[in-house]
């Protein structure tokens, strides 16, 4: 998830805003649709309005915020239109507890990239962007913590923020502008200077008993979850000062969420960990205002030694009444925990529960004992129907209208939503027009766009997926690489297809010595990207050496003639011709006797100086693209320059734009097409940026001039990893974004 932060950071365009350009790129325009899948993705917590009967949002870590719309029963994405991408992680939400419209969004993926305060009064369709002076880590470790920004419920200008590294900061003109509250003792560690997270002002509450109508609130919480001797504080004048509250668990306990209920009792989750992974203990814990008194009220005490307690929600229809989520729990295994009588007695949900899971039916495909989920981070009452609960795991939300009856079931409540991070897209030219490889959910085949698929890649059983190749004469043979969650030594990471990826087979490469190092295998925990030859018989393994295969697995060689560490890739028409890109070497290497032997290919106008997709093989996309259909044609994106051969690379041509606009344009990824009418180049479809502007283009003339084919309302922060065209329809592109799903387009209808 941090390639595009990387890459935008050597570009040196993440934190400066697209102005305006003196000539306007020409553009056409499309029609925009999500590949259904349904969910994919962490969303951190679910937070209801109170102000309105069915209106509630969502917020991620990678893929923004969302507003659930009770008239069309859906999900809607509030973000589409930004460019920017660290705004897509998504750090707090807070809606206006009084006005249904107004709503705010603190935004900030990491703590080294730009962090805003965005207030919106139409529900999220249009944004105020309000940069702050803070740091956020909507995707850092603790980003299940919350919520931190606050809305005074008596005077809703004013805004409470806590930060994760700079302390508690205030705001009194709708979040417009801010200023660090100077009297909280809490200052904050200063933002690391590595890709460690802090904690820091995990919460603040507001107590509805200590103000009125027309005045500020008296009493606000702000917990710390930090290493601290202090870790929760309470101010009785509105926020000025501030005084630890004594009492309360041992100080290896780190407050993570709180709610207050209507006679001012404050509840507490801890954890020894922020989370979401490395949680070891957790309790639960209340605060009788009135007299002072904690109250250990923690479910389980049989099984703290695995473990928190991360998601938190009073019913507001019943007095008493609250839930618990645990989070962390692998071995007993994460449930919600639900209490009649404030914390007095617990029950498990988990035992009480069933799951209809017709909506999504790939979620079939996890464990019996990961059933009910992990990561439970969020959770939430309706607040206007106490039979109506809801709560969040690492990849998708589950909603129960049955929270009053003895028995529950459970279904998906992720209509809408599309927060997969695909790491591979394949078009081939026969069999399901769209094949994905997909971080945390496997991959899938997609005979329909509109649908969620029913079953993701199996055998090998590979959460990641991070590359996929199709046979170009055989396109119903397939093969994808990828990685589990924990290395296995001995286990698979590669797999083949005979019948366009609804069934897959493991392969294992055998162990190769790689210069003086002893025998070992290349292709542990998916480091190994695989392709297939165009009749789909031999498959070739690229890593630290290359290794072939043409009979499925039975037995291995290494090609000769080719450096340790190529790329390979098959051409896409002629079965016996290879191609081997040495990143190092700065050549291209070919194969014609089926990768037995490489020699080096002339390659004359192909710079030497190539970009060097080693680094990251597992998740960038190859800057290398055979054109099906065609043999010896090859396309090539070096430096953001594209080249081409269409005679097996012994000569390439750059592809050089005659549009002025685009002479300075950085090409990022890209993929082919099928040609335009009379057209004897394919299509190629490419994310391009340069200082002023950036977006997704066409070009139906080898790259002699371009046309944007997004626009202003589908940006998805420019957070777009993989590209592909569709070899059968013209004007069809694929496109995998970095936390938003996955894209199709196609021209407008006239």
Known sequence: MKFLASLFGALSISSAPFVAVAAEPRSVPYEWRNVVIGGGGFSPNIIFSTAEEGLAYLRTDVGGAYRWDARQQRWIPLEDSQWQDSYFGIESIAPDPHDPNTVYLAAGMYHNVPAAIMRSTDRGTTWTVNPTPFKMGGNEDGRGLGERLAIDPYRTSTLFFGSRHEGLWRSDDSGRNWHKVEGFPWKGLGAPADWHSHGGVSFVVFDPTSGAAGTESKIIYAGVADPAAQHLYRSTDGGTTWSAVAGGPPTDMLPVKAAIDADGTLYVDYCTGIGPNDIRNGAVWKLDARSGKWTDITPARDEQAEGGYMGLSIDRQHAGRLAVSTVDRWNHHDTVWLSNDSGGHWTSLRERSTRDLSSEPFLNSEKPENAFGGWIAGLAFDPFDGGTLAYTTGGTVYRTVDGLKPKLLWKPWVKGVEETVAQSLISPSAGAHLVSGIGDVHGFVHDRLDVPPPQPFLDPDLPHTHNLDWAGLSANVLVRSGSGYFPDPQGASLGWSDDGGHSWHELIAPPV???????????????????????????????????????????????????????????????????????????????????????????????????????NSRETPPFVVARPGQAGELWFLSNGRFYRTNDFARSFSAMTSHDPVFRDMFFVTFGLGKPASGASVPAIYSFGVKPTFGGLWRSTDGGASWLRINDDAHQWGLRYRVITGDPRIFGRIYVATDGRGIFYGDPASP
């Open 513 to 615: 010595s790689v210069g003086n190092a002893p025998p070992a295998r290349i292709d542990v925990d998916g480091a190994a990207p695989i392709t297939v030859a165009a009749d789909g018989k031999t498959f070739l393994v690229s890593g630290q050496a290359l290794l072939a295969t043409a009979d499925r697995g039975q037995t291995w060689w290494k090609p000769k003639g080719v450096p340790q560490g190529a790329r390979a890739v098959a051409d896409k028409a002629a079965g016996k011709v290879w191609y081997a890109i040495d990143y190092r070497g700065g050549a291209v290497f070919i194969s014609r006797d089926g990768a037995h032997s490489f020699e080096r290919a002339p390659a004359k106008g192909l710079p030497s100086n190539l970009w060097d997709d080693r680094l």
